[in-house]
C-alpha cells in the first residue's frame, strides 16, 4: 500500500506521478484523470465541525445545542475511481439540553467503513458497506455515503475546470434527522477561482455557493413532527489540478425554518462551519 502520511510525502508523491505535467488551465502537460488515484494511495483527511442548533419551544424556551466535533477519515483507492471510506476516530464536545436518546453518540461512528464508486465528475453512482453501523443506520447509508463523498470530493465540470470556468450541478437525497425522514434537496453552483501552487503541488482553487432545503415528517419519541428547513452555504475549496484529490477546504452553512408538532410550530435554526485538512 502506497500511504501518504505527511505534505512533504504528498508533494514529492505528486511529483514523481506527475513528473513535469503542469496545472491545467492554461500550461502544457497530460490531461487531469479526475478521481482517479493509484490503487492502494491512501490519504488521511481531518474534518472539524462547529455548529450551534437553535430550537425555541413555546412555553418552554430556547433550547441551544452547540457541538463541535473531530472526524478522523482514512480514503483508500480500491479501482478505477472507488475509494475504501473508514471512519477512525471522532471526538465530539456536546452541550444539549435535549433528552438523552434522539440520535446516536457521534463517537458511534468510529469503525464505520464501506466503498464508493464516483463517476468522472465525482457523483456517486454505488456505494455499499456503510449499513451496520447504528450511527449510519440512523441517519441512512445513501445519506452518509452522499454527505462524506460531498466534503472528501470536489465535484467538477467535464474536463475539468478553468480559471473563471463556472458549473453547477442539482440533486435530492434522503436524509434522517432526529428521527425525521426528510428530503434534502440541493443546488450547487461553482467557479474556478484560481491556479496555485499548494506545498509544491500544481493545484486549483474552487468558491462554492449552495441553496439546500430539508423537509419530511416523522415520529420523535411518540410525537409526529413535520420538519421544513431552507438555507444556503458558501465555501472554498483547494484542489489537486491533476487528480482532482481535496487538499483542503472551507465552508459556512446556515439553515432556519419550523418544527410542527401537536399543534405547535418550533422554530428551528442551524449554523455551522466546516473545515477539511489533510493529517
Known amino acids: 500500500m502506497t500511504r501518504i502520511t505527511s505534505a512533504r510525502n504528498l508533494a514529492a508523491f505528486a511529483a514523481v506521478l506527475l513528473l513535469a505535467t503542469a496545472c491545467a488551465g492554461g500550461m502544457a502537460g497530460n490531461r487531469p484523470t ?162 496555485l501552487t499548494y506545498e509544491g503541488i500544481p493545484a486549483l482553487r474552487i468558491g462554492s455557493t449552495t441553496s439546500n432545503a430539508m423537509s419530511g415528517g416523522g415520529e420523535m419519541m411518540g410525537t409526529v413532527m413535520d420538519m421544513a428547513l431552507a438555507g444556503s452555504s458558501e465555501g472554498t475549496t483547494v484542489i489537486d489540478a491533476m487528480t482532482g484529490m481535496i487538499l483542503e477546504s472551507d465552508a459556512t452553512i446556515t439553515m432556519g425554518g419550523g418544527i410542527s408538532a401537536q399543534g405547535m410550530d418550533i422554530p428551528f435554526d442551524m449554523e455551522m462551519r466546516i473545515t477539511i485538512r489533510r493529517k
Open 34 to 195: 479526475f478521481h482517479t488515484w493509484p490503487s492502494g494511495t491512501t490519504v488521511t483527511y481531518e474534518m472539524v465541525t462547529n455548529q450551534t442548533v437553535m430550537i425555541s419551544i413555546p412555553g418552554g424556551g430556547d433550547q441551544e445545542m452547540p457541538t463541535t466535533s473531530s472526524m478522523t477519515f482514512e480514503v483508500t483507492a480500491a479501482g478505477p475511481r472507488t475509494f475504501e471510506m473508514t471512519v477512525v476516530d471522532v471526538v465530539s464536545e456536546a452541550v444539549s439540553d435535549m433528552p438523552a436518546g434522539i440520535a446516536p453518540e457521534a463517537t458511534e461512528l468510529i469503525g464505520a467503513s464501506g466503498t464508493v464508486t464516483l463517476d468522472a465528475n465525482g457523483v456517486v453512482i454505488e456505494n455499499s458497506g456503510f449499513e451496520g453501523n447504528s450511527y449510519v443506520d440512523f441517519m441512512g447509508a445513501e445519506a452518509f455515503a452522499e454527505q462524506s463523498v460531498q466534503v472528501l470530493f470536489q465535484y467538477l465540470p467535464e474536463g475539468g475546470p478553468a480559471v473563471g470556468q463556472e458549473w453547477s450541478r442539482e440533486y435530492t437525497y434522503p436524509f434522517n434527522m432526529m428521527g425525521i425522514a426528510l428530503d434534502f434537496s440541493n443546488e450547487d453552483s461553482y467557479v474556478c477561482l484560481e491556479e
